[in-house]
Nanobody
Framework: QVQLVESGGGLVQPGGSLRLSCTAS????????MGWYRQAPGKQRELVASIFSTGSTNYADSVKARFTISRDRAKNTVYLDMTSLKPEDTAVYYC?????????WGQGTQVTVSS
């Protein structure tokens, strides 16, 4: 079993930046992938960004060039650096990992972009 704990959400003005963190309860070295998803009110949960064991990354078109996913294996942590935030980025952001065939989710952290 893997526990994922997200942090770093909050209220930010349009154009601002935030860094989200997702810390796993054990080493992420063997994780197939780790990713960030988000869910806005009334909408389906969607992939934002993912990073694979090889280090390759994948981004939703809506966040490319604005968001960056990275990891620190020594800290069992994955980050999502978000810049040039827009009101449409407002959502609950969830961390997810694949360990073998199992999928684990964090509890989510709220990001609100508003003036």
């Amino acid at each position: 079993q893997v526990q994922l704990v997200e942090s770093g959400g909050g209220l930010v003005q349009p154009g601002g930046s935030l860094r989200l963190s997702c810390t796993a309860s054990r080493s992420i070295f063997s994780f197939v992938s780790m990713g960030w998803y988000r869910q806005a009110p009334g909408k389906q949960r969607e992939l934002v960004a993912s990073i694979f064991s090889t280090g390759s990354t994948n981004y939703a078109d809506s966040v490319k060039a604005r968001f960056t996913i990275s990891r620190d294996r020594a800290k069992n942590t994955v980050y999502l650096d978000m810049t040039s935030l827009k009101p449409e980025d407002t959502a609950v952001y969830y961390c997810r990992t694949n360990v073998g065939s199992a999928v684990h989710w964090g509890q989510g952290t709220q990001v609100t972009v508003s003036s």
